[in-house]
C-alpha cells in the first residue's frame, strides 16, 4: 500500500469518529472510546524521516470532554488526516490537553517543538483505549489496522532499509510483523521491558536513535 493510498482509504472517514470499514460496535465492546476521531498516524506520514509505532492511541478522562468542546482542536485533527500536518501534541495552542503531558513524558522535555514537523507516530489501532489490552483481541479483525500493518512492510520499511528513514517499534513488533525485521541504526525494535513505558528520552535506544537521525543533541 502507498503513502497516498492510506490517506485516501482514511479520507472515506468524512466527519465520522469510526471508518465505515471497521465495525463500530465491535470497537465499543472491546473497550474503545469511539467519541474520539482516531490517529492512525500523528504527524506529516507525506514527509516525517523519523516514525515511532505504537499500539494504539491511549485514553484520558479529560480526552472525551476536550475534543467535545474544542472545534479548532478536532479540525486539527481531521487536517492531520490528509498527511501534511506536524506533529499535533507539540503544538503550542494544544498543551492543555492530555496528550501534550504523554508526548513530553514519552519524547522528554527536551525535545524541540520546532522538530514537530519531522516526526510521525503510527498507531496499530487508530483508535483511543485507556489500556493496553484492548488492542491485542481486535487488530486483526479491522481494516483500517491491516492497512496500516501493509503500508509500513510496503512503503515506510523500503525507505527505512535504504537509510531515508528510521523506524522505532515501542511496542507490538509481532503484531506489525516485524519480528523478523534485523534491527540496524535505522530499525529499532523495543524489547521487555523497555516496551512497557516504550520513553523516546535522551538516554533510551529509540530516544537516542531519534536524536542522532535528527541531528538533535544526544546524551552526553
Request: net charge neutral.
Amino acid at each position: 500500500m502507498t503513502t497516498d493510498e492510506l490517506i485516501s482509504f482514511w479520507s472515506d472517514l468524512g466527519s465520522n469518529n469510526v471508518h465505515p470499514s471497521d465495525d463500530p460496535t465491535l470497537l465499543a465492546q472491546s473497550g474503545f472510546e469511539t467519541r474520539l476521531i482516531p490517529l492512525p498516524w500523528n504527524g506529516p506520514i507525506r514527509t516525517a524521516r523519523a516514525f515511532v509505532a505504537f499500539l494504539n492511541p491511549g485514553l484520558d478522562d479529560m480526552d472525551v470532554p476536550y475534543e467535545a468542546e474544542n472545534d479548532d482542536f478536532r479540525r486539527t485533527l481531521r487536517e492531520n488526516l490528509k498527511g501534511n500536518s506536524p506533529y499535533v501534541y507539540f503544538d503550542p495552542a494544544y498543551l492543555n490537553h492530555p496528550g501534550a503531558k504523554w508526548a513530553r513524558d514519552t519524547f522528554g522535555p527536551d525535545w524541540p517543538s520546532s522538530y514537530a514537523d519531522r516526526i510521525c507516530i503510527l498507531q496499530l489501532v487508530a483508535y483511543h483505549s485507556s489500556g493496553s489490552a484492548a488492542p491485542h483481541g481486535l487488530y486483526k479483525k479491522l481494516q483500517s489496522t491491516a492497512n496500516m500493518t501493509n503500508w509500513i512492510k510496503g512503503t515506510l520499511l523500503k525507505r527505512v532499509r535504504s537509510g531515508e528513514a528510521l523506524l522505532v517499534i515501542g511496542r507490538g513488533a509481532s503484531r506489525f510483523d516485524l519480528e523478523d525485521e534485523p534491527e540496524t541504526d535505522n530499525f529499532i525494535r523495543y524489547r521487555n521491558p523497555e516496551f512497557r513505558r516504550a520513553h523516546m528520552t535522551k538516554k533510551t535506544r529509540g530516544g537516542d536513535a531519534l536524536r542522532r537521525f535528527l541531528g538533535l543533541p544526544r546524551a552526553g
